[in-house]
């Protein structure tokens, strides 16, 4: 009984979770549903978003640097909850933390394998994932494997409006148009959403569809928000530092934006009461 004694205070220490802006709530709200007991700490950095246009060195030094940022406030794990990142500096993080629990997030290239009929299947992502050796290597491997097509899309400015909270709006409608018409017209059956802001915009895309007459079974959606959750739970029960049931973990927040920022995007996104919620700003330049 006296050894359990360190995994127990392990296990009550928060998990992090980080992305250039709030397109990781999206992977957040899986966690939460997934493991209603662990407190989370989510880390925006709104402050210097999009990364999808910055070199991969600064993407790398940020990373660096909230990680260290969330370590010091306890964490016990820590979610990429960024392709972009994910692709540019999981390596740098785990070399700097190597007995940290570090989990990514990819566009989810074999989840589309299995559900594609065409075997075309459309990549959106920033062109910073899909410039990546990381994803390149993934695709090219992949590709040979299974005699797919991946169409790579970048989506530039589509984290911006979803920064901005534009979930719906005409702009944002004529630039999601001018990214998966040309996918579907080239016989796309399967769409991967490659950056972990665009389920927040899934809706939009599925009336974008169906205007232009595809029912939803025509077009799978890959998000990997789930996938990203389970795997967090199998790591953290292989290192028996799952959070025991009881009363409901607690979330914070830090954002290097604007505080309103992330409080809307809790509040709509989530549909998170923010009063209950911490929101500090912090900058971390
Ligand atoms: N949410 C980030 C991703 O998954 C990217 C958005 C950005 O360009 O900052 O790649």
């Known amino acids: 009984m006296q050894a359990a004694q360190p995994h127990a205070s392990i296990a009550n220490a928060p998990i992090g979770v980080f992305d250039s802006g709030v397109g990781g709530l999206s992977v957040l ?52 909850a960024c392709n972009t ?48 050796q990381k994803f390149i290597a993934l695709k090219t491997q992949l590709s040979k494997e299974s005699k797919v097509s991946f169409l790579p899309q970048a989506c530039v400015g589509l984290a911006d409006q979803i920064e901005k909270g534009e979930l719906q709006s005409q702009a944002t409608a004529l630039l999601l148009q001018r990214y998966v018409a040309p996918l579907i017209a080239q016989g796309a059956d399967t769409l991967v959403l490659g950056c972990t802001h665009y389920p927040f915009v899934l809706p939009l895309i599925r009336q974008l569809l169906q205007q ?58 989530l549909k998170l009461d923010d009063a209950k919620e911490l929101v500090q700003a912090l900058a971390l330049a």
């Open 212 to 269: 232009s007459g595809k029912q939803a079974s025509d077009v799978s959606i890959v998000d990997t928000g789930d996938a990203v959750a389970r795997h967090l739970q199998r790591l953290l029960m292989q290192d028996c530092c799952l959070h025991a049931a009881g009363s409901p973990g607690t979330l914070g927040t830090y954002t290097t934006g604007p505080r309103s920022g992330l409080s809307n995007a809790l509040h709509n996104l």
């Open 85 to 132: 990142a994910t692709a540019a500096a999981i390596a740098a993080i785990r070399q700097a933390h190597p007995s940290l629990i570090v989990i990514g997030v990819e566009p989810g290239l074999k989840p589309a394998i299995a559900l594609s009929k065409t075997g075309i299947i459309g990549v959106m992502a920033t062109r910073r994932t899909l410039e990546s």
């Open 29 to 80: 709200q899986h966690i939460r549903q997934l493991l209603p007991h662990e407190s989370l700490l989510y880390f925006a950095d709104s402050g210097f978003a999009p990364y999808g246009d910055k070199p991969e060195a600064v993407i790398v030094q940020r990373s660096l640097a909230i990680a260290q940022f969330l370590l010091v406030q306890g964490i016990k794990a820590l979610v990429v």
